[in-house]
């Protein structure tokens, strides 16, 4: 029993002892990681009334520089859309381009900081490009005019899409000061310092107004520079 008592008291010295010497070395080294979270709430161009979901918003961080992870990303080509409809990305970041319909795609950019032309492939085969310069690229299929995919190449990794209802959160932020940036795919902008400090952040609901129509955004060139061909009752014949 004595001994019982001794080694109780021995492990509560080793504790406090540890608190003392450890715990605060470990404390200083320790960066905090917290969330930022909020709502978007979008505006239609003209501002009669709000859109029907807010989604396909991207709420990102600016002010530090992370690496890209190794994972590339994944956009599936399906029911002829690109999905997801935005992808943020870290600069130097991979994306995979799958094809999951049974018809083919032609999936191509025609950006001057990085231009590809993938051409045609099978159902469940997949083609990789990587960005390396941030902005916003859009990426388009030959075939299909509306299919419509815009990457942002970030310099971290401290971003977040909007879900339905404009919900984001950013997850594991260091402390710091950054920009806090939103921008929706049919041009609504947002941009705000933000400072955070041991704790998560709320942020108040953000309303934004988009500079686009969506007609605007859906009407683009094909990869040769010239209008696609409308293609009546020609479903399959491609
Ligand atoms: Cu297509």
Request: aromatic fraction near 12%; charged fraction near 25%; glycine fraction near 8%.
């Amino acid at each position: 029993m004595t001994d019982r008592i001794h080694q109780f008291l021995l492990a509560v010295y080793l504790l406090i002892a540890f608190s003392f010497i450890g715990v605060p070395n470990a404390t200083a080294q320790t960066v905090e990681l917290v969330e930022v979270s909020g709502q978007i709430e979008i505006w239609a161009k003209g501002e009669k009334g709000t859109l029907s979901k807010f989604d396909n918003a991207v709420v990102y961080l600016e002010g530090v520089t992370t690496p890209p992870p190794e994972e590339s990303e994944i956009v599936d080509q399906r029911k002829k859309k690109f999905r997801p409809r935005v992808l943020p990305i870290v600069e130097g970041q991979k994306v995979k381009f799958y094809n999951q319909d049974s018809v083919s795609h032609n999936v191509f950019s025609t950006d001057k900081n990085n231009n590809f032309d993938l051409g045609r492939y099978p159902k469940g085969e997949f083609k990789e490009v990587q960005y390396n310069k941030r902005g916003m690229f859009k990426v388009y299929c030959n075939i299909h005019q509306s299919m419509i995919l815009d990457i942002l190449v970030l310099g971290n990794q401290y971003f977040a899409t909007t879900d339905t209802k404009g919900n984001f959160k950013i997850s594991n932020v260091p402390d710091g000061k950054y920009e806090l940036n939103v921008w929706h795919i049919y041009g609504g902008e947002f941009s705000q310092p933000i400072e955070i400090k041991n704790s998560s952040l709320i942020l108040p609901k953000i309303k934004i107004v988009n500079s686009k129509f969506v007609k605007d955004v859906v009407k683009h060139k094909n990869k040769d520079g010239k209008s696609y061909k409308k293609r009546r009752g020609r479903r399959g014949n491609y």
